[in-house]
């Protein structure tokens, strides 16, 4: 008899998915009140005068001469208003005409919370004048004065605020007015509908001229990062160009002579040992070289101009150097400190740059001349000499002129570690490159020259070289 298991009971039905209820009238009503309220309380810029940005300082300078030339045309015309033709006292009149006129000094910079000042002051004024008995020609709830000055408030708002204030700020006046003429219907004389006309007016006046700015602005900022776009582009292209043409003309020749330095102890019969050594010293100076445009190339090629992840040569190669300078007919002695610790990554690499470009040189323009290599701190600093005499005269210059890039490049560098650095021609007819490289970062020095310490002269310099 086989035994069935029960079956499995169905899962529990999903209450039925109901759609979100749509807003209603009343809360988008409220949610609106709510936006219109922070709106008011809310400043939608920092506490900046108007302009403050302007290219030129007369510029800069025309919001505070305006408001102040507001303030100052206001206050007493508002006074005397109040006290001639509406008849209030000399006290009372000054003191409205000072809350609904000085407050104008604020539209520069902070024309919300003036707004308020000056709203406040218009309606407790509206309120005062109903004390008096005016004239039918009188015009009420808004004097003269109070319509023309906030008209002004007005346009400072829509220049500076968003839209959902100023349009807060238009419906308040208006309901202001109106809660003001069914207070006394016999006064109304229009003032109230004038202000809020008047006003929607310069509102929609200010806001155009707002957003026109605005998105003049952000096309000037879309310009400038094109511009900066076409510029970086422009350097990428001319960065790929130098790198083809490197590797098309530079690397392949150098690959030449690397090919037949290999080649030629087994091309050429006969060679004596000395020939081979030398035949090895320039394929391996060549593959060197290769490496080095390798990594160059990979730096030129990337787009953040960092793409070498290898280590890059410094102060522990100064001795092959100094070796590859002798096997090419040069008499070099190296002084390098035992004791030296480490130093920074920067200063590390200059230094080897520095040695090398010094080497090449007397290799180009003074064969055969002896010299002097000597890497050895000094307090805080680090001193790199390479010194040479004159030529022997026993073979010719392989350049009798130079382009001066190599003495440009060293100045560079040292003034990227923000060291000094002192070139120039010995009364002997040498040559001294003479460098001072801080072993810690202090930052470049915008306004490097020759150190105090490094003279002209040989003698100066030849203490620190054995």
Do not use: C
């Not at 700020?169 to 006064?187: I, K, Q």
């Amino acid at each position: 008899m086989s035994h069935t298991p029960p079956p499995h009971p169905p899962p529990p039905a999903l209450p039925p998915r109901t759609p979100p209820q749509a807003d209603g009238p009343l809360s988008a009503a409220r949610r609106n009140l709510r936006e219109l309220a922070h709106g008011l309380t809310h400043p939608s810029h920092p506490p900046t005068p108007l302009l403050a940005h302007a290219p030129k300082q007369w510029q800069r300078l025309l919001p505070h001469v305006v408001v102040l030339a507001l303030a100052a045309t206001f206050i007493p015309v508002t006074i005397t208003v109040l006290t001639s033709q509406y008849g209030l006292n000399g006290g009372l009149a000054g003191t409205l005409g000072v809350a609904q006129a000085a407050p104008l000094l604020m539209l520069a910079h902070r024309p919300l919370q003036a707004w308020w000042i000056i709203f406040s002051a218009d309606v407790l004024g509206a309120v005062t004048l109903l004390t008096q008995s005016l004239h039918p020609y009188n015009i009420w709830p808004w004097t003269p004065p109070v319509i023309i000055g906030y008209l002004f408030l007005l346009l400072a708002l829509a220049l500076r605020e968003t839209r959902r204030t100023v349009v807060a700020v238009w419906l308040l006046t208006g309901a202001a007015g109106l809660g003001l003429d069914s207070l006394a219907p016999g006064r109304d004389n229009a003032s109230a509908l004038l202000l809020f006309v008047l006003g929607g007016v310069v509102l929609l006046i200010g806001v155009a001229v707002r957003e026109r700015g605005e998105a003049q602005r952000r096309l000037v900022e879309q310009e400038t990062i094109s511009e900066a776009e076409r510029a970086r582009r422009t350097l990428l292209e001319e960065r790929t160009r130098i790198a083809r043409e490197l590797h098309d003309v530079v690397a392949h020749h150098m690959s030449v002579i690397t090919v037949q330095a290999d080649s030629a102890p087994y091309r050429l019969q006969g060679l004596s040992p000395q020939a081979r050594e030398e035949f090895g010293s320039i394929a391996a100076s060549a593959r060197e070289s290769l490496a080095e445009m390798r990594r160059l190339l990979m730096v030129l090629r990337r787009e953040d101009a960092a793409g070498e992840r290898g280590p890059q040569p410094g102060l522990d190669r100064v001795q092959q150097l100094v070796e590859a300078t002798v096997r090419a007919g040069v008499p070099a002695e190296l002084s390098l400190s035992a004791g030296l610790g480490p130093v920074p990554a920067t200063v590390d690499l200059s230094a080897y740059r520095i040695v090398q470009e010094a080497l090449a040189n007397v290799v180009r323009h003074a064969p055969g001349a002896r010299t002097r290599v000597s890497v050895v701190p000094d307090g805080d600093r680090l001193t790199v000499l390479v010194v040479n005499g004159p030529a022997t005269g026993r073979t010719s210059p392989l350049e009798t002129s130079g382009t001066g890039h190599g003495l440009v490049g060293m100045r560079e560098r040292v003034r990227l570690t923000g060291g000094t650095l002192d070139t120039g021609p010995l009364p002997d007819g040498g040559f001294r490159v003479a460098a001072r490289l801080p072993l810690t970062d202090p930052g470049p020095d915008p306004h490097p020259g020759p150190h105090p310490g490094l003279k002209p002269g040989l003698k100066p310099v030849a203490k620190d070289v054995p």
